[in-house]
Nanobody, 124 residues
């Protein structure tokens, strides 16, 4: 089992920045592909970004490319999501997710472990 806990959410004005963190406990963190998803009001949960076990490969949904950066520190068992140039449409609950494997995965059903979510609200 892997336990995931997000932190760093909050309220920010459009154009501002936030950094989300996701701390993992349990099994060896470096064995897990990690990802961020988000769920806006009245919307389905959607993929945001994923990162390989070593951190050498990443992938992003088109709407956040060039603004968001996913990274990880395996020594600290933590994955991050740096969010810059935030827009009101980025408002959502952000979830980190993890699974074992060697590829990057992009769907909700591909991940076995989930955090409780962190609210990000971007005001216009």
């Amino acid at each position: 089992q892997v336990q995931l806990a997000e932190s760093g959410g909050g309220l920010v004005q459009a154009g501002g920045s936030l950094r989300l963190s996701c701390a993992a406990s349990g099994r060896t963190f470096s064995n897990y592909v990690m990802a961020w998803f988000r769920q806006g009001p009245g919307k389905e949960r959607e993929f945001v970004a994923s990162i390989s076990r070593s951190g050498g490969s990443t992938s992003y949904v088109d709407s956040v490319k060039g603004r968001f950066t996913v990274s990880r520190d395996n020594a600290k068992n933590t994955v991050y999501l740096q969010m810059n140039s935030l827009k009101p449409e980025d408002t959502a609950v952000y979830y980190c997710a993890g699974r074992s494997g060697i590829s990057l995965y992009f769907t909700v059903g591909s991940y076995d472990y989930w955090g409780q979510g962190a609210q990000v609200t971007v005001s216009s």
